[in-house]
Each structure stands twice: as structure tokens, then as C-alpha cells.
């Protein structure tokens, strides 16, 4: 079992930035790889970034170069960093993680919200 705990959402004015955090805690030696997802009012849940044991990373190309994600030292964090926040960015963010053997793990969420 994986726990995730997300932090660091909140208003932000368009232009602004945002560090969202995630702490894993559980069976974390067996976490594969870690991302953020969110979902807007009405849509489905997407992809914002992932990040790989390796370090590899990922991103949509709606974030592509304003977000980054990143991971602690001790692994079990991971970091998004938001810059240039647009309103179109307000959404709930999730953490995720995946285990090896497929199992994936949800946050709570923490919200985001970004203004005119």
C-alpha cells in the first residue's frame, strides 16, 4: 500500500506559479514512478507530469515549459512546479503513483485555482 498526501494548491493570479508537493508513504521502495494528473469542472482527469524512478520525465504539450516536475531526495516526494499559471490550469491536482506490478495509487487532491 502507497499513501499519498498533496500540498501547496491554493489562488494564484494568471501569470503566477504554484509548488505543489506530494509525500508517498507506505511501500515506497516499490514505486516506480510518480506524476500529477488534474481535473477541471466537466472534464475528464489528464496528465500534467511524470516522473520515472530514472528520472525521465514527461508532459503534455499544454504545460510543456511553464511546469516541472521533480523528485526529492528521498524519492518519496515529488514536486510540480507551476509558472505562468493560466486560468485554463484551474483544476484539481492529484498525485499518483505506480507500483511495480501495475498498482496505482491516488492523493486526495488539493485545488488550484487560477484567476483573471
Known amino acids: 500500500q502507497v499513501h499519498l498526501v498533496e500540498s501547496g494548491g491554493g489562488l494564484v493570479q494568471a501569470g503566477g506559479s504554484l509548488r505543489l508537493s506530494c509525500v508517498a508513504s507506505?511501500?515506497?521502495?516499490?514505486?516506480?514512478?510518480m506524476g500529477w494528473y488534474r481535473q477541471a469542472p466537466g472534464k475528464q482527469r489528464e496528465l500534467v507530469a511524470d516522473?520515472?524512478?530514472?528520472?525521465?520525465?514527461n508532459y503534455p504539450d499544454s504545460v510543456k515549459g511553464r511546469f516541472t516536475i521533480s523528485r526529492g531526495n528521498a524519492k518519496n516526494t515529488v514536486y510540480l512546479q507551476m509558472n505562468s499559471l493560466k486560468p485554463d490550469d484551474t483544476a484539481i491536482y492529484y498525485c499518483?503513483?505506480?507500483?511495480?506490478?501495475?498498482?496505482?495509487?491516488w492523493g486526495q487532491g488539493t485545488l488550484v485555482t487560477v484567476s483573471e
Open positions: 499518483n503513483a505506480e507500483q511495480a506490478g501495475g498498482l496505482v495509487y
Open positions: 507506505g511501500s515506497i521502495f516499490s514505486i516506480n514512478a
Open positions: 516522473i520515472t524512478s530514472g528520472g525521465s520525465t
